[in-house]
């Protein structure tokens, strides 16, 4: 009988075992703490058709995911008290299982964000260039105006935005998916990555850089943690299992911000994964529905759903011996709570069973968009419970 199941039977009650424990007692099961996927796109409010926090909970627990960090780039965007508070009110209204959920604050061009909400918020998010809603700081004025103010985490989307506008026009005669690597290529998001190193070194500032993509950004991460600055970097599932090669099959369902990357860097995101530079795994879980991803280039929205297939991507590179079940850990647990001061953690976990083989399937998938980039994927290890607040869900 494994270890740890007396302690999951006391969360389920009586009438629930039997139908558990054929579940539960089978070799090979692990119980692992609450994981946490620390960068979202529940898309509340402003586009529920595309998700809300009822579906994406769900999707959650499918997954074998406690916790989730919410971006700000919502309609409207998050970027003050007021819309603070709306968000929550709404996002509580939606919500029916006891997911953990905490929120990012947005920077906004328009005002400047308030000190005050820097304990109500993980951080400030920074979009130094364009994607998903109309958040953006491209000015470096506005920038260095918040790095004066806000002294809490700050995160970013790392994408310079004058050549991304420079590169827009270079290759606007390009006319396929490819294009958006070459747009916002290796030096667009290397140029950002500069800019905010040297801003963190001026101010003093902890910095955590979202969905780190290229060779050319580790080594100025790697360059920064050794000079002691407190600079963290996430990587996301599509940069570690996705490359250009993808764009053939996937075509604009693979259009993501920053884009698909190279081989090359890929292979240097895995190495920064095992040598810890990558301090996180981030999804940036952001559905879009089919009918939207199949319009042509320029129409078509960037973005992936990803918090189904993170843990099984994860764990089937455990098997595979890419990675080590203490190093997942880390980046799906320690890490995240650490950096985010996350509380709330200690009765949430995930019952994996590290044999199972199975394919993604759309029709297991309860996000509201349906759809993944790895459908038809056969990976080994896979979340069969999800714990929330001591009690169980059993994922079928």
Not at 29 to 50: C, E, I, N, W
Not at 276 to 284: F, H, L, R
């Amino acid at each position: 009988m494994n270890t740890w199941l007396p302690k999951v039977k006391k969360l389920i009650s009586r009438n629930q075992w039997p139908k558990a424990e054929k579940y539960l007692k089978k070799e090979g099961l692990l119980l692992l703490p609450a994981m946490v996927d620390s960068h979202v796109h529940f898309r509340t409010p402003g586009q529920t058709y595309k998700e809300d926090w009822q579906t994406a909970s769900k999707a959650m627990v499918n997954g074998g995911i406690s916790a989730v960090i919410d971006m700000p780039n919502n309609l409207p965007a998050v970027i003050d008290q007021k819309t603070l508070n709306e968000k929550i009110r709404i996002v509580n209204n939606q919500i029916k299982l006891p997911v953990k959920h905490y929120f990012y604050l947005g920077a906004s061009s328009k005002k400047l964000p308030d000190p005050k909400l820097k304990n109500k918020v993980i951080g400030l998010k920074v979009f130094l260039g364009s994607s998903t809603g109309n958040l953006l700081i491209d000015k470096k004025e506005n920038l260095e105006k918040i790095f004066k103010i806000w002294t809490g985490l700050l995160a970013f989307h790392a994408e310079a935005e004058d050549l991304i506008c420079q590169r827009s026009i270079k290759y606007k005669h390009l006319n396929s998916i490819s294009k958006h690597s070459i747009i916002r290529n290796d030096e667009v998001a290397a140029k950002a990555v500069r800019q905010i190193i040297s801003l963190a070194k001026k101010y003093r500032r902890s910095v955590y850089i979202c969905h780190v993509s290229t060779k050319n950004e580790l080594e100025l991460i790697k360059r920064a943690k050794k000079q002691g600055m407190i600079i963290f970097a996430e990587a996301s599932p599509h940069h570690l299992f996705l490359n250009t090669s993808d764009y053939k099959k996937l075509k604009n369902k693979a259009k993501v911000n920053p884009p698909l990357r190279a081989a090359r860097d890929q292979k240097a995101l895995w190495q920064a994964v095992q040598d810890g530079t990558i301090d996180v795994i981030g999804t940036d879980h952001a559905p879009h529905l089919l009918k939207e991803k199949n319009q042509g280039y320029d129409k078509a929205p960037s973005g992936l759903p990803e918090i189904e297939t993170v843990l099984p991507l994860m764990l089937n590179s455990v098997s595979q011996k890419k990675i080590s079940l203490n190093r997942l850990v880390e980046l799906m647990h320690k890490n995240p709570k650490r950096i985010f001061k996350l509380k709330g953690l200690t009765k949430c976990g995930a019952i994996v069973d590290l044999n199972l083989v199975k394919k993604v399937s759309r029709k297991n998938l309860k996000t509201k968009c349906r759809w993944s980039p790895y459908e038809n994927w056969r990976l080994k290890g896979w979340p069969i419970a999800t714990i929330l607040n001591n009690k169980i869900y059993l994922i079928k």
